[in-house]
C-alpha cells in the first residue's frame, strides 16, 4: 500500500472519526483504508473509509474476519488525493455500487465537490464544501460538515 500525502492522511482520518463515532452510538463496524474487502466479482478492493452494519458483518466467519472479509459494506467514502484520476475513482465507485453498497461518497477535493452514488444506481453532485452531507436512510442520523477537510 503507497503512503498517502498530508492533505490526503488527514482527510481521511476526519472522515473516519466522524464515522466512528456515529458506530459507536449506532451499532456496526468501520475500518480504515488499510482493510481490503472481496467483492463478489472476485475483486479485492479498500475505501478510504466505511461503515458496515451488524446484519451484513455477522454473515462474515470468525476466520473470514481474520483475513480479507468477503463483503461490501454498505456505506464507503472515497477521498481523491493528489495523485489519483477522478475518472479512475468514479470507475472505482460504479464497482462499488454494482457489488452492493447502499451509499458512497467520492469526495472531490480538487474540484470541491463531492458525487453521492447510491444503490439505485443514482448519482447526485454537491459542489462546495460549505455544507454537511448525511448518511440519508443508511446510517441514520450521521452527519459530516464537509468544512472540517479544511487542513490547518
Not at 8 to 18: R, Y
Not at 32 to 61: H, Q
Not at 116 to 127: F, L, T, V, W
Request: aromatic share 10%.
Amino acid at each position: 500500500m503507497i503512503p498517502v500525502n498530508g492533505e490526503a492522511g488527514f482527510n481521511e482520518l476526519e472522515v473516519l472519526t466522524e464515522i466512528n463515532i456515529w458506530r459507536r452510538k449506532n451499532g456496526g463496524i468501520s475500518f480504515s483504508s488499510a482493510t481490503g474487502f472481496l467483492m463478489p466479482n472476485g475483486a479485492m478492493r479498500s475505501p478510504d473509509a466505511c461503515w458496515i452494519s451488524e446484519a451484513r458483518w455477522s454473515k462474515v466467519t470468525t476466520e473470514q474476519k481474520k483475513k480479507f472479509p468477503p463483503v461490501v459494506p454498505n456505506f464507503i467514502v472515497e477521498i481523491r488525493s493528489a495523485s489519483d484520476s477522478l475518472k479512475m475513482l468514479k470507475a472505482k465507485m460504479e464497482e462499488w455500487v454494482e457489488n452492493g453498497i447502499q451509499l458512497g461518497w467520492l469526495i472531490d477535493t480538487h474540484n470541491k465537490q463531492v458525487l453521492i452514488y447510491r444503490a439505485d444506481g443514482s448519482i447526485e453532485i454537491k459542489k462546495g464544501f460549505d455544507q454537511t452531507l448525511n448518511g440519508e436512510d443508511v446510517m441514520q442520523g450521521f452527519e459530516f460538515d464537509l468544512s472540517q477537510l479544511q487542513m490547518p
